[in-house]
């Protein structure tokens, strides 16, 4: 039984103030507390999506060059591809995911605080897996990079090959870590249950 899991004996208000410490656990380990405390909801949601219209940006120009001067795109291209994807669902997740912050921070004693942070942790599980996508596939396309200028370089290939397992490595650990944020992993979405990884 986990420390934050209600015994027989519990009041429900018991077990609903433990929904709050859970709330403020959440909100502890994202960071995200003191960002709604000095921005509105659409306010956040203009900064996501700022972020999100400079990567199209720049990736269009990336792109334009590409084909104005080498006429077709590259592997590397398509990697830088696949990451705005990942960035645009990012922004659209945390889209879909401010308002049930804001609720939790706003409305502690909510009477729908259990329903906003259980759609909160859906989408922060989410925004963490597709942000690790995006920067991988940025990594991606660097190693798609030098894989074409170490042509004829063995002892750079050997190298390379040896960098691609590392980072191949590292993403998979980071999806595992996150499914092991909680314990057991089966209380990642039981809002009220323990939130608080080992590691903290």
């Given amino acids: 039984m986990t420390p934050y899991e209600p015994t027989p004996q519990r009041s429900v208000n018991h077990e609903r103030d433990l929904s709050y410490t859970g709330a403020l656990h959440l909100l502890s380990l994202t960071g995200q507390k003191c960002v709604v405390t000095e921005l509105s909801v659409n306010g956040l949601i203009a900064v996501t999506w700022a972020g999100a219209g400079l990567g199209i940006l720049f990736t269009s120009a990336r792109i334009a060059i590409r084909i104005v001067y080498v006429k077709r795109l590259l592997a590397d291209d398509y990697f830088m591809l696949l990451a705005l994807a990942f960035l645009i669902t990012n ?30 942790t859906y989408y922060e599980f989410a925004i ?73």
């Fill in 128 to 200: 963490i897996g597709v942000f690790w996508s995006v920067l991988w596939s940025v990594k991606a396309s660097f190693l798609a990079l030098f894989w074409m200028i170490s042509n004829g370089l063995p002892r750079y290939r050997r190298v390379w090959w040896a960098t691609v397992v590392f980072a191949a490595l590292a993403y998979i650990g980071c999806w595992i870590a996150s499914v092991y944020t909680c314990h057991p992993p089966s209380n990642y979405f039981k809002f009220g249950r323990k939130f608080i990884s080992r590691a903290f």
């Fill in 91 to 120: 922004a659209i997740l945390q889209t879909l995911q401010a308002p049930h912050l804001y609720y939790m921070v706003l409305n502690m004693t909510g009477p729908d605080i259990v329903y906003h942070g259980l759609h909160y």
